[in-house]
């Protein structure tokens, strides 16, 4: 059983539905989470230059037949509505999104905090599946269900995670 | 020639159909392609279809990218992503990931007409200074050549099929018109690549 934290979880369910890859452009508040995989030959896991690109990887291994999930911050997802809009929705790939959400209860810069009011009604428009993690007690439930539809829907979907649950420190 | 590499200034511009044409020719053991958007992919698609065809609608950039996700998914397939100038030098940090990860089995091919040639001819970085080889080179894929012409374009292409890669094979264009056009089915496209691949019954 993994370690009741939020990343030990993710970690556990991610590789409970054979998601091997995970492409990502580095966060520090993944940082528990990107260690831990790449500490774990089961993973293939490495940065990448931007989230678009890493949107691009993930598509061509689940078509090659591998999954994946890309790992990012607010800031690069708002870099992605022309990708998310012109591959993994009308091409019917499930592309995992795991970002976490910066720009909130306790953001010290402005640009954050706009950028991340962008994220929300981008993947509403697109109609991309989004749930945000807040409770430690529903992160597992959440993830393996959003996988699941993710999968039988050939959806992406999207996993935002709130300072709610990964604890962010604030700027003092 | 024989002694000095070619460059782009060296190369003699080929036809984009010409050498799709003779690169589709030469794949026997279901190698995957990916398209770039524009006449890139349009060749490809008029070049013959294939179920290992993966033709892009959109995501400009994203032909290498999308290339080197395949390539990990199956390693034992080579997986060959043609790209256009002004695509690549929207994501050309693509190349620094594919330097440091080194994938054996995967394969660029950049055609260079110099031009956003689809919008109306708007001249790129490559047609004034910008080497795609040799920022391939400095970005750590080592096996990254000019085509000097169609003849050794076909000499690369059977070096980078039979050598572990990753390899950059760089072709300078003339202008021409596409032979085709891509049909605009996504989900279809999708569905028959990965029937290609062995990963959709």
């Not at chain 1, 999954?67 to 870099?79: C, D, E, I, Y």
């Not at chain 2, 020639?1 to 030469?26: C, S, Y």
């Given at each position: 059983m993994s370690e009741n934290t939020w990343h030990g979880i993710i970690h556990a369910t991610l590789k409970a539905h054979d998601v091997k890859l995970v492409p990502y452009v580095p966060d520090n508040v993944l940082r528990p989470l990107i260690e831990r995989i790449h500490a774990d030959p089961y993973f293939t896991a490495f940065a990448c230059t931007r989230e678009e690109e890493a949107v691009g990887i993930a598509a061509g291994a689940w078509m090659g037949g591998m999954r994946a999930v890309v790992l990012m911050q607010t800031s690069g997802f708002a870099t992605l509505a022309n990708v998310l809009a012109s591959l993994p929705v009308p091409f019917q790939i499930p592309v995992l999104l795991l970002v976490s959400e910066?720009?909130?209860?306790?953001?010290?810069n402005i640009g954050q905090a706009l950028v991340a009011r962008t994220m929300r009604p981008v993947l509403d428009s697109i109609a991309i599946e989004h749930h945000t993690l807040t409770r430690l007690d529903e992160v597992e439930f959440t993830v393996d269900r959003t996988i699941r539809q993710a999968v039988a829907t050939q959806q992406p979907a999207c996993l935002i995670l709130s300072p709610l649950l990964t604890g962010r420190k604030v700027f003092k | 020639m024989n002694n000095q590499p070619a460059t782009r200034n060296t190369a003699k511009p080929v036809a984009r159909f010409d050498i799709t044409q003779r690169l589709v020719a030469k794949?026997?053991?279901?190698e995957a392609v990916i398209g770039g958007i524009g006449h890139t992919n349009f060749d490809l698609w008029a070049a013959g279809r294939r179920p290992q065809n993966f033709y892009m609608l959109?995501?400009?950039?994203?032909a290498i990218p999308i290339a080197l996700g395949v390539a990990i998914a199956q390693p034992q397939r080579r997986v060959i992503a043609l790209e256009g100038d002004g695509s690549l030098l929207m994501m050309l940090g693509c190349l620094t990931t594919i330097g440091a990860r080194q994938p054996e089995n995967l394969i660029i091919v950049v055609m260079d007409n110099g031009t956003y040639e689809i919008t109306g001819g708007q001249p790129t970085a490559s047609s004034q200074g910008a080497d795609l080889a040799a920022i391939a080179r400095g970005a750590g894929i080592a096996n990254s050549a000019w085509a000097a012409d169609e003849t050794h374009f076909e000499t690369l292409v059977d070096q980078a099929l039979a050598t572990p890669g990753p390899h950059l094979i760089a072709a300078r264009l003339t202008q021409a018109k596409p032979a085709g056009q891509t049909e605009r089915d996504p989900a279809q496209i999708r569905d028959r690549f990965m029937r290609g691949l062995g990963t959709k019954g």
């Amino acid at each position: 059983m993994s370690e009741n934290t939020w990343h030990g979880i993710i970690h556990a369910t991610l590789k409970a539905h054979d998601v091997k890859l995970v492409p990502y452009v580095p966060d520090n508040v993944l940082r528990p989470l990107i260690e831990r995989i790449h500490a774990d030959p089961y993973f293939t896991a490495f940065a990448c230059t931007r989230e678009e690109e890493a949107v691009g990887i993930a598509a061509g291994a689940w078509m090659g037949g591998m999954r994946a999930v890309v790992l990012m911050q607010t800031s690069g997802f708002a870099t992605l509505a022309n990708v998310l809009a012109s591959l993994p929705v009308p091409f019917q790939i499930p592309v995992l999104l795991l970002v976490s959400e910066r720009g909130t209860l306790g953001e010290f810069n402005i640009g954050q905090a706009l950028v991340a009011r962008t994220m929300r009604p981008v993947l509403d428009s697109i109609a991309i599946e989004h749930h945000t993690l807040t409770r430690l007690d529903e992160v597992e439930f959440t993830v393996d269900r959003t996988i699941r539809q993710a999968v039988a829907t050939q959806q992406p979907a999207c996993l935002i995670l709130s300072p709610l649950l990964t604890g962010r420190k604030v700027f003092k | 020639m024989n002694n000095q590499p070619a460059t782009r200034n060296t190369a003699k511009p080929v036809a984009r159909f010409d050498i799709t044409q003779r690169l589709v020719a030469k794949l026997h053991h279901d190698e995957a392609v990916i398209g770039g958007i524009g006449h890139t992919n349009f060749d490809l698609w008029a070049a013959g279809r294939r179920p290992q065809n993966f033709y892009m609608l959109g995501s400009m950039g994203l032909a290498i990218p999308i290339a080197l996700g395949v390539a990990i998914a199956q390693p034992q397939r080579r997986v060959i992503a043609l790209e256009g100038d002004g695509s690549l030098l929207m994501m050309l940090g693509c190349l620094t990931t594919i330097g440091a990860r080194q994938p054996e089995n995967l394969i660029i091919v950049v055609m260079d007409n110099g031009t956003y040639e689809i919008t109306g001819g708007q001249p790129t970085a490559s047609s004034q200074g910008a080497d795609l080889a040799a920022i391939a080179r400095g970005a750590g894929i080592a096996n990254s050549a000019w085509a000097a012409d169609e003849t050794h374009f076909e000499t690369l292409v059977d070096q980078a099929l039979a050598t572990p890669g990753p390899h950059l094979i760089a072709a300078r264009l003339t202008q021409a018109k596409p032979a085709g056009q891509t049909e605009r089915d996504p989900a279809q496209i999708r569905d028959r690549f990965m029937r290609g691949l062995g990963t959709k019954g």
